[in-house]
Each structure stands twice: as structure tokens, then as C-alpha cells.
């Protein structure tokens, strides 16, 4: 059926046409060619437009319903995708593309499958991910990828600004997913271009010798009444003896350590495989850990085959600070501490940087050998000052007692 399109015409064939059950009236405008409108058996009317590709494939989609587009409205809508189909474009096929564009919850899904599953230590990649699922999936989840602006991300990282080492590691990671969304052609451009980071002030908290003293007492109290936590109390003693990263207590096993030579190899640590030497302290430590050892792990929960999960580790600081009443402190600051009390001793920055296996200043392995004999003596000079103060030496140790934290 041909005729100018108008109320009148649609009105009419909507109350005077039968149509059964599924079938429908194609109405096609004598106006503008390639515009229809379409009755169906439910009274429902939608207008479509009529064209052929370039290739000479039929489109027929639909680009509104009556009455909420007017007659007027969709001549004019027909006209511009008509205008489209004349200069080599299908306007059906890129809204049909755009509307099954992924979102950003699906680019979230595959940079964890594709990027940082793969590629990230499994600490990490449980940061990064615990930072884009609680930061950026809430807020743009639904959003396709290729319609984020940069005032979106700006949103996510000014929300931050109370944390600004933190708001930082988002924009990071999310400028590194949406690097990756450009790779796989999702969008030409990353929203995170441009984004100003905020000034972060490096943290110095270290404990002093009188807050060593206590956590040591503290350690020695829950020792005697606390058997779960063994293993969390030892890796705490760890970390403060040797400065090492807590993944790196936690993960260590007995075949990694040679307590002969007095070294830790650790095969996957944040700078890669190196070795570190240990000193006196530290052997006579895990010596008496080894004599009761049950497994491969220096360290380990209830169950000797698997890693002590660093929120038991976490909890268990919680609770020796709260005993010796010390504030602000976490289970890092330990291995600031070591890191202070190196540079006390005279240690230069290089040892003082093999000691703790930072990235600036650090060798590869072959070179540690060389520094072994000073680095030694760095060690095993922090090592008495730490088991000194925490009551870790032969002699008995001085037992404080404690006023119950408010």
C-alpha cells in the first residue's frame, strides 16, 4: 500500500484494517522514498526506512514508533539515514555495531583473563583487580568502552583525593587497561591522557627501639596463649629480623634456605630471583623453626601445605598493636624500620638497597656474592639491635605488662 503518510492515514488503518494474529500492513510514503510505516495485528505502528548497501544487501530497520514520532519526525530521520546510505555508509550495521559494543564490565572481564591473570604475580594481580572491581566497575560498569570520556575517569580519581597513593594506582591500572582496550581496537584513544596525578608524601614511619621492645612483648604474650596464630607471630618476627616483603616470609620454603651458608634464595621476589644473606639472628631463628617444621613452608596456617593468607598475618599485627599500645603502624613500617636501622649503622645506600631488594640500586644476583661479607655485617648488626629490643636474644627476655587497649 502506497500514500502520503499522515494521522489520518495511520489512525485509519489501525481501526478499519483486519489483520490476524502476526500479521502486518506496510504503509510505504509517497514523499520521501524508503520511508514505511508498519501496522501490526496489535495496533502497535512503527516506521522503518527501505535501502539497499553498496553491496546490494536489503536493510529495513526500524527508526520509531508512532505516536511518539510523529510523521514530520520520521521523514526527516529517513532523510538523514537515506543521506548516509548516499555517501557509501549503512547506518543499520553501525547502530546494530554500537549497540553490541562492549562495556566496560566486559573490558574489565577480559583485562583479567587476557592481562593480568597472565602477566601480574598473583598479589598483585589481587590489588589490581580488587582496585577495578571496586573503584571503576560500580561507576562505569554499564558504560560502552568507546563512550568514556576523561571527565569520567577524572570522576573515579578525584573521589580518591583523601588517598592519594591510592586514587594514583587506579588512574594506573585503569589507564593500563584502556591501553589495552586501543590494542583491541575498542576505542582510538585512552580516557586517562592528560589526568594529573596527586603529589603523594612517601611514608617514614619506622618503629623505635622502645615500640620494638613492646611488639616483641606483645609477640612473646600471644605466643603463650594464642596457638592458631603461630604462624603469623613468626612471620611477623621474620619480617622485622630480616626486612624481607611479607609475600616473601610467606611464600619462603625450607628449600630455599641454607642455613650453612647463612642465605635465602627467593625465586620469584618483586625484583626477580635474588639471593639475600642473613645474619646470625635470623638462622638462630629459623634453626629452632626447622626443628619442629611440617612441611615445606617456613610459615604456614592450620594447614602445613598452603600460604598463610596475608589477612591472618594483618589481623594478628592488629592485635600486637593494640596490645602494645603502639598507633599507626603497619606491618610494612617493619621493613621500613629495618631499612632505617641499616642506614643507622653506616651502611651506604647501595647495601642499604641490597638488604631491602629494591628495584633502584639493585643488583642482579652474580653482584650479591661480592657484598655478602659487609652485607653481613649490616645484617647481622640490625639483627641484634631488632632481637635486642624485642626480647629475641638467648638471655630471658623481659616480659611487660599490658594495660588492655581501649
Given amino acids: 500500500m502506497r500514500a502520503k503518510l499522515n494521522k489520518t492515514i495511520i489512525e485509519d488503518a489501525v481501526s478499519r484494517t483486519q489483520l490476524k494474529k502476526g500479521q502486518k500492513l506496510a504503509i510505504s510514503d509517497t514523499e520521501v522514498k524508503g520511508l514505511q510505516a508498519v501496522v501490526r495485528s496489535t495496533g502497535v505502528v512503527s516506521f522503518h526506512v527501505y535501502y539497499r548497501t553498496e553491496t546490494r544487501e536489503q536493510r529495513r530497520p526500524k527508526i520509531g514508533e508512532y505516536p511518539t514520532l510523529s510523521v514530520a ?65 560500580p561507576v562505569l560498569g554499564k558504560d560502552k568502552v568507546a563512550d568514556i570520556r576523561r571527565s569520567d575517569i577524572e570522576k573515579i580519581h578525584a573521589s580518591l583525593r583523601d ?25 582510538e584513544t585512552s580516557p586517562c591522557f592528560g589526568i594529573r596525578k596527586y603529589s603523594e608524601r612517601p611514608r617514614d614511619r619506622y618503629l623505635t627501639d622502645a615500640e620494638l621492645k613492646a611488639v616483641g612483648c606483645a609477640l612473646h604474650q600471644l605466643e603463650l596463649t594464642q596457638e592458631r596464630i603461630q604462624g603469623a607471630i613468626y612471620t611477623i618476627r621474620l619480617v622485622t629480623l630480616t626486612g624481607l616483603r611479607l609475600g616473601e616470609v610467606l611464600n619462603m620454603k625450607w628449600a630455599d634456605v641454607n642455613l650453612t651458608d647463612a642465605l635465602i634464595t627467593l625465586p620469584d621476589s618483586k625484583t626477580g630471583k635474588r639471593t639475600v644473606p642473613i645474619g646470625t639472628r635470623t638462622v638462630e631463628f629459623l634453626k629452632k623453626l626447622s626443628e619442629s617444621a611440617n612441611g615445606e613452608l617456613v610459615v604456614h596456617g592450620r594447614d602445613p601445605k598452603t600460604v598463610l593468607d596475608q589477612s591472618v598475618v594483618r589481623r594478628t599485627w592488629k592485635r600486637v598493636c593494640e596490645i602494645a ?37 639493585a643488583m642482579t644476583d652474580r653482584y650479591v656474592s661480592r657484598a655478602t661479607d659487609p652485607l653481613v655485617d649490616v645484617k647481622n648488626k640490625v639483627e641484634d639491635r631488632v632481637s635486642s629490643a624485642m626480647g629475641m636474644t638467648s638471655e630471658s627476655a623481659e616480659i611487660l605488662e599490658f594495660k588492655k587497649a581501649n
Fill in 73 to 137: 519526525a520520521a521523514r526527516q530521520k529517513a532523510q538523514q539515514w537515506l543521506a548516509l546510505v548516499h555517501m557509501g555508509q549503512d547506518p543499520s550495521a553501525a547502530r546494530d555495531a554500537k549497540r553490541k559494543a562492549p562495556k566496560v564490565n566486559d573490558l574489565i572481564e577480559r583485562f583479567f583473563s587476557e592481562h593480568v591473570d597472565i602477566h601480574l604475580k598473583p598479589s598483585t594481580a589481587k590489588d589490581v583487580k580488587c582496585m577495578l572491581n571496586s573503584y571503576v566497575l
Fill in 163 to 187: 588517598r592519594p597513593t591510592r586514587a594514583n594506582r587506579v588512574l594506573a591500572w585503569t589507564k593500563v587497561m584502556f591501553n589495552k582496550a586501543i590494542y583491541w581496537e575498542l576505542r
Fill in 325 to 361: 599500645m603502639i598507633m599507626d603502624a603497619r606491618i610494612h613500617d617493619l621493613r621500613h624500620t629495618f631499612g632505617t636501622y641499616a642506614a643507622q649503622t653506616g651502611a651506604n645506600a647501595f647495601l642499604v638497597s641490597q638488604s631491602l631488594g629494591h628495584k633502584n640500586l
